[in-house]
């Protein structure tokens, strides 16, 4: 299942060439556009950015498996599988796999980019190993909620309109611009909503600055949102082979 994902994609490009060039355009509207009027305590704004960056680059790679999801669901292929020696599971867990292998391509691409815009990590190995396992932590988060989407809309149209939430919530975190500097009605919201210490995590992973208790939180953000998901998607598929 996974290589059929996999050979869905490199047939149909476009879906990844998007997933890079929508984060990267806005990497250089917000670095070159707005970078210069942004006051982010001191420090490269390309270096405060970028973390943010790379959560909107899985989140619109996440978008590309509820779409799949929905496409097999209204396609007919999965009563086709259902009348095979296919393991109901695999189905799914073909989706979320070929989403994680995809996201850490295009990441990479992004990153390698980044780096030749003005980004400079100052990780050392050990903080790289950390820097991916929280990435692909979160990755399985969004995977299996936008499998458990993609199996709730009505068509593949609907299921990437569902996935815009995940893609607007950096917007409203610590990914852009500080939280202290929103207003007061939005900075709680902004303080405690999973974006904020998944990206903090990150940042100070890449750059080599203290993380402090926002990793235990971000790893509890992922777990609850990536068991939700499975779970919704599991109910979901029995409820549609019933169906």
């Known amino acids: 299942m996974v ?15 998007m997933t890079i060039a929508v984060p990267v355009t806005i990497l250089l509207m917000f670095v070159y556009v707005f970078g ?36 097999d669901m209204h396609s007919g292929i999965i ?15 073909g989706h979320i796999l070929e989403s994680l292998l995809r996201n850490f391509v295009t990441t990479g691409l992004v990153v390698l980019l980044a780096v030749a815009l003005g980004f400079r990590p100052t990780a050392d190995p050990l903080r790289w190993l950390g820097f991916v396992g929280m990435l692909a932590l979160f990755v ?12 709730l809309a009505a068509n ?16 409203v975190s610590s990914a852009f611009v ?21 990206n903090e995590t990150m940042r100070g992973l890449l750059m080599g600055t203290p993380v402090g208790d926002q990793a235990p939180t ?16 599991g109910v979901l598929f029995r409820r549609k082979g019933r169906d």
């Open 178 to 198: 500080p939280v202290h500097t929103m207003p007061g009605w939005l900075r709680g919201f902004a303080e405690h909503q999973p974006i904020t210490s998944i």
């Open 36 to 71: 210069g009027a942004m006051n982010v305590g001191g420090g490269s704004y390309i270096d405060y950015v970028v973390p943010g960056i790379l959560l909107m680059c899985a989140g619109f790679g996440s978008g590309g498996t509820a779409v799949a999801v929905a496409l």
């Open 140 to 151: 399985l988060a969004l995977s299996w909620v936008a499998a458990a989407l993609g199996l």
């Open 156 to 171: 593949p149209e609907a299921a990437n309109g569902f996935m815009f939430i995940f893609m607007f919530l950096p917007y």
């Open 79 to 93: 009563d086709r599988f259902r009348t095979l020696a296919v393991s109901r599971s695999a189905v799914l867990t």
């Open 218 to 233: 971000a790893i509890a953000w992922c777990a609850g949102i990536g068991l939700a998901g499975y779970l919704a998607a």
């Open 3 to 17: 290589g059929r994902n996999l050979r869905h994609t490199f047939r149909s490009p476009d879906g990844m060439i």
